[in-house]
């Protein structure tokens, strides 16, 4: 079987490990070819050309081949674009890597949640507060509706009623949107739902969903996280428990 070459592909570096004294072992989320394995040889060695170019965070344009589980890092540059993001930024940044990590299986191509990644990261880096939730929630959404985990937000799940718009409804992780019951601590209205279906299909569903969740986030929040803890395997996302712990402190 033929080598397979790829060249300049646009990818970010999701998490990196050490693979022996020198070299790495990359998960990089590309637009064309999904999340893939690739072995940086020599990439900590002081003279490496790699050492400076595979950060997280970054823009990146790599070359790869192989037909391998891990293919080899043939080349990599930096894309431009933003400067990396620091504080909260960076802590919110690794929490969509690790999403990321968890919920998109290898050589499964998604190109539109590809964009809206980089949109999100370049966004991270220039936003503060409630405009960064705002930046989380669209990704998150985006995120569920690409690994097919969404349901529609515009009808009840079990039923496929349509939403009253002036009803409240919840998003629930077994149920999907149900309305919502007294002893449901968040909800959104018919109405806020409906536009969040009608974002998400927008032309450009990122920006849309972005504007969508502007003044959603105390609500919304917990939905989604729920929603994603359950499609994580119930397990704990690092990034979240290192984000408890400094709040405690």
């Known amino acids: 079987m033929a080598t397979r070459r790829v060249l300049d592909e646009p990818a970010y570096v999701l998490h990196r490990y050490d693979w022996s004294e020198s070299s790495?072992?990359?998960?990089?989320?590309?637009?064309?070819?999904?999340?893939?394995?690739?072995?940086?040889?020599?990439?900590?060695?002081?003279?490496?050309?790699?050492?400076?170019?595979?950060?997280?965070?970054?823009?990146?344009?790599?070359s790869f081949g192989g037909d391998g589980e891990?293919?080899?890092?043939?080349?990599?540059?930096?894309?431009?674009?933003h400067v990396m993001p620091t504080g909260g930024a960076l802590l919110a940044g690794y929490y969509l890597n690790e999403l990321l990590l968890r919920l998109l299986a290898r050589e499964d191509a998604h190109p539109e949640l590809f964009d809206a990644y980089a949109q999100a990261v370049a966004l991270l880096a220039s936003e503060h507060g409630e405009a960064q939730q705002a930046v989380l929630r669209?990704?998150?959404?985006?995120?569920?509706?690409?690994?097919?985990?969404?349901?529609?937000?515009?009808?009840e799940t079990a039923t496929l009623a349509p939403l009253d718009p002036a009803a409240q409804y919840v998003l629930v992780p077994e149920g999907g949107l149900r309305a919502r019951h007294?002893?449901?601590r968040a909800g959104l209205a018919g109405a806020q739902w409906q536009a969040l279906q009608q974002a998400l299909q927008d032309a450009a569903p990122f920006m849309a969903t972005l504007h969508a969740c502007a003044h959603l986030n105390g609500a919304l929040?917990?939905?989604?996280?729920?929603?994603?803890?359950y499609h994580?395997?119930?397990?704990?996302?690092?990034t979240?428990?290192?984000?408890?712990?400094?709040?405690?402190?």
């Open 24 to 62: 790495l072992i990359l998960d990089v989320f590309t637009r064309r070819h999904g999340r893939v394995a690739l072995v940086a040889k020599g990439a900590k060695r002081p003279s490496s050309g790699f050492r400076p170019v595979l950060l997280p965070l970054q823009a990146l344009r790599l």
């Open 70 to 81: 891990i293919r080899t890092l043939k080349g990599a540059e930096w894309a431009g674009g």
């Open 138 to 155: 669209s990704f998150e959404l985006l995120l569920l509706r690409e690994t097919g985990v969404l349901p529609a937000l515009d009808a």
């Open 182 to 184: 007294g002893d449901d």
């Open 221 to 229: 929040k917990p939905q989604l996280r729920n929603l994603l803890h």
């Open 232 to 238: 994580c395997g119930g397990a704990a996302l690092h």
């Open 240 to 249: 979240r428990q290192l984000l408890l712990d400094l709040q405690a402190l």
